[in-house]
């Protein structure tokens, strides 16, 4: 018994040592570092919008034709029927395939309607604007589609479109490194541009 306990004894101070070491002074460290270097990044990069708190980092609906609006979403509660999706605790997409009616039948539905709300003829409306995205949540539009409800947002706010396309140039985040991906409008921050006049 005396052998066991002696041949045990390292491998328990080895565990208590590393449980300090990496589950304690480690997180404690970079969290620490985190808050000093990057303080708004590293508390979910939070700003107020009309009155409310919003992350940049997730799409949320802004009720009312004088908003900048997302991407579809499908992150909703399936059983609650007033969920109206960007909601992070169902995030995830449809599922539906490129073969889907239901998809085909939701994409011409939304066709239809976000042409109606900015006055613009159906074949108008981009790609991004009836799709939604893999997590539900994606808080960029294209830069087509913010354009799109350029003039609507002006209207409903009593500015000329001027106006809302600098807090949309505010929002627009050009691509990474010059050459990858495309360039994207964050819903949230031109919101938020929107918010402060």
């Known amino acids: 018994m005396k052998q066991l306990f002696r041949q045990l004894l390292p491998g328990v101070r080895a565990v208590a040592l590393f449980t300090i070491l990496l589950g304690v002074a480690y997180p404690l460290l970079v969290t620490g570092v985190a808050q000093l270097v990057f303080p708004s990044q590293a508390n979910g990069s939070v700003i107020e919008v009309g009155g409310r708190q919003a992350s940049t980092h ?16 499908q992150a909703r509660n399936s059983s609650d029927p007033d969920d109206p999706g960007w909601n992070g605790l169902y995030s995830g997409a449809s599922n539906l395939g490129p073969n889907s009616s239901d998809l085909l039948a939701q994409v011409q539905q939304r066709r ?29 539009i294209s830069p087509a589609y913010a354009e799109l409800q350029v003039n609507r947002i002006a209207a409903a706010r009593g500015v000329p479109a001027d106006t809302v396309r600098t807090a949309v140039l505010a929002g627009t985040r050009q691509r990474p490194l010059g050459f990858l991906g ?15 006049g």
């Open 182 to 196: 495309e360039p994207t409008v964050n819903v949230v921050e031109v919101n938020a541009a929107l918010a402060r």
């Open 112 to 140: 239809v309607e976000i042409a109606a709300a900015n006055g613009v003829r159906p074949d108008q409306v981009p790609a991004d604007a009836l799709t939604a995205s893999a997590s539900g949540l994606d808080a960029d």
């Open 58 to 73: 997730l799409a949320q609906r802004f009720e009312g034709p004088q908003w900048l609006q997302p991407r579809p979403s």
